[in-house]
């Protein structure tokens, strides 16, 4: 009877050796395939140029293709829900961000995915704040001077977005609720089409990310207003920050990373942490960053999980405050 059970025993330890042996032996194989990282804006914003810089990068660390994804539609939706149903083996990955991640709970009654319980966060790499810019003819040079033309005349301006439900569209909105004005939003597929609209003149303002919108501010095609961080950007440093206009108690810095579904295998995770962890420590990459108006975070794993779910409980909650819809 005894001789049985350590049979059993020993038999049940081997087993686990080899568990653990395969485990690490397809964590040192992974990637051995191509990767595909969806982005779920269209190609010239925030989130493809997080995506493409970290595919570019994770191509070099891993000696295997990261290749981004384009997948558009209802904001940042479609490709957000695509990333949550792939199969999670690692070898479909996300760009995650405020926008879809923190926002979009308190935007749509029906999410089809939740943010918490779908994704897994491999790593946070920066954040940026955003630039209120207005078209350059436009007869106003502050942003209390637009809301004083709000007031007076109710819906005769309009604010561009990237897409409903994107930052453009709830940062803009939540200050216009806040200052208690009525400025039309206009949605667009992308921050480059809503650029030609507005540089065309055909819309007033847009919030955009401030590396984006630095471009245009720089060629004198737009002008600043204001930026929503808690302190002024380098980039714009004689813009005012939102808090400090006095126009509302609001302040938002856009964090980007790369998240898996939930589920990955736990040493497949730690595979691309630890490749995430060596590519965020590039200093070309955090010089990059910073020369795009980024602030590096380079958060991997519990610590990036904890802001995710920070940012998800508070501005989700302050979505549904303001009433703020996507449907």
């Not at 990637?31 to 493809?48: A, H, L, M, N, Y």
């Not at 790499?125 to 003819?137: E, G, I, M, W």
């Not at 609209?197 to 590396?211: A, N």
Request: glycine content about 10%.
């Amino acid at each position: 009877m005894r001789r049985r059970a350590w049979l059993a025993a020993a038999a049940f330890a081997c087993a686990s050796v080899h568990v653990q042996a395969q485990a690490q032996t397809q964590a040192q194989a992974f990637p051995s395939k191509t990767v595909r990282i969806i982005v779920p804006q269209p190609p010239g914003g925030g989130f493809d140029t997080v995506g493409r810089l970290l595919a570019e990068r994770l191509g070099r660390v891993t000696g295997q293709s990261f290749v981004v994804e384009n997948r558009t539609g209802s904001g940042t939706l479609v490709g957000t829900d695509a990333a949550a149903k792939s199969p999670a083996d690692g070898y479909t990955l996300v760009v995650g961000s405020i926008s879809n991640l923190a926002l979009n709970p308190g935007l749509y009654a029906n999410l089809p995915y939740d943010s918490l319980r779908d994704f897994e966060p491999v790593g946070l790499l920066v954040s940026y704040s955003y630039t209120l810019v207005a078209r350059k003819d436009l007869p106003f040079h502050t942003l209390q001077d637009v809301l004083a033309y709000a007031r007076a005349n109710p819906g005769k301006l309009h604010y561009a977005s990237a897409g409903v439900g994107s930052g453009q569209h709830v940062l803009g909105a939540a200050l216009w609720h806040l200052a208690g004005v009525d400025i039309g939003h206009v949605p667009y597929r992308g921050a480059q089409p809503a650029y030609q609209d507005l540089l065309g003149g055909r819309v007033d303002l847009f919030f955009d990310l401030s590396p984006t919108a630095r471009v245009q501010v720089d060629a004198g095609n737009t002008r600043a207003l204001a930026v929503s961080g808690a302190a002024r950007n380098p980039m714009h440093p004689q813009v005012p920050t939102v808090l400090e206009t006095g126009a509302a108690q609001l302040e938002l810095e856009s964090w980007f990373g790369l998240f898996a579904p939930a589920k990955t295998p736990p040493e497949v995770l730690q595979k691309l942490r630890a490749d995430f962890a060596k590519v965020a420590a590039l200093p070309d990459v955090q010089e990059t960053l910073v020369k795009t108006g980024g602030k590096p975070m380079a958060l991997i794993g519990d610590d990036a999980r904890a802001v995710v779910r920070r940012d998800v409980e508070h501005w989700s909650k302050l979505v549904k405050t303001l009433g703020i819809r996507a449907e």
